[in-house]
């Protein structure tokens, strides 16, 4: 068996070492990230009597409550051009597949870390396990509001085509936030105690199960989730193409954040391994 010694150098000293050992881990991450990801799906079917549903239950439950507020006219300024529910489904359904990602970095690296701090392994394998996760509970939404649609009898348009890009993006964006919290997150509770306080008012200022108001816009138009979540919306409900203002420069930054955040969390590795 070989043995690993992580010491305080930085990794770029040895640049060269540093690019051989990120190649070494890429070559095994999806073989053991798809074993690990496979484990998880069986193991939270094993021990929860509900299995898949919970995949389902938090948005659905979330959107059950705003549909009843808006139909109950107790929110003003609720106007969308389709029908509620649809709209509150399809915002809450994109808005979870980002909080997912947000939270996968953080959540496998914490359940794995006393795998990590003992046994060479690629820590992105753990993470792509997560990832898997995050894409096939968002297929499972995908299914559950084309049957929406289909009962809505929405009209069909060839802009749906982009919305599965549209969701990567958005999914790319909360990853590569989760990994810019993993470093600081693995060493203290505080970042996993906040990150759900964060992401409820994140929520409120972000229009999920409302159009934005003019109020707001100014507040609305600086949330870079806004033109990720409103013009893949819009691909899948009213076949506009046009993409929100900020969509462009707002993918450009989630791709970057995310290659920029993981090499960060590369340079970090040794040592969190030393604190864990």
Request: charged share 10%; proline share 7%; with cysteine.
């Amino acid at each position: 068996m070989n043995e690993t010694i992580y010491t305080a150098h930085s990794p770029l000293q040895a640049p060269r070492r540093f690019l051989r050992e990120i190649q070494d881990d890429l070559r095994v991450v999806y073989r053991v990230g798809w074993q690990l990801f496979v484990r998880n799906l069986k193991v939270q079917a094993r021990q929860n009597l509900l299995g898949y549903v919970w995949m389902l239950l938090p948005p659905l439950v979330t959107g059950l409550v705003w549909i009843y507020l808006g139909q109950a006219k107790v929110l003003k300024g609720l106007t969308s051009s389709v029908p509620y529910p649809v709209f509150v489904l399809t915002g809450l359904f994109l808005w979870q597949g980002f909080v997912d990602a947000l939270n996968c970095p953080l959540q496998q690296l914490q359940m794995a870390r006393s795998t990590i701090s003992k046994v060479r392994v690629p820590h992105e394998a753990f993470v792509v396990a997560g990832l898997g996760t995050v894409l096939f509970n968002s297929l499972i939404r995908i299914l559950i509001l084309i049957v929406v649609l289909v009962g809505f009898q929405m009209p069909w348009h060839t802009t749906m085509l982009l919305a599965p890009f549209g969701l990567a993006l958005l999914i790319i964006f909360g990853l590569g936030l989760g990994y810019l919290l993993a470093p600081v997150g693995m060493l203290y509770a505080d970042i996993a105690n906040a990150l759900p306080v964060v992401i409820n008012l994140w929520f409120l200022i972000t229009p999920v199960v409302y159009s934005p108001p003019a109020s707001m816009a100014s507040i609305i138009s600086w949330n870079p989730v806004t033109p990720l979540l409103s013009t893949t919306r819009d691909w899948l409900l009213s076949g506009n193409s046009q993409p929100t203002l900020g969509f462009g420069a707002v993918s450009l930054i989630a791709c970057l954040l995310l290659l920029g955040s993981w090499l960060l969390y590369r340079l970090a590795r040794p040592h969190l391994i030393v604190r864990l």
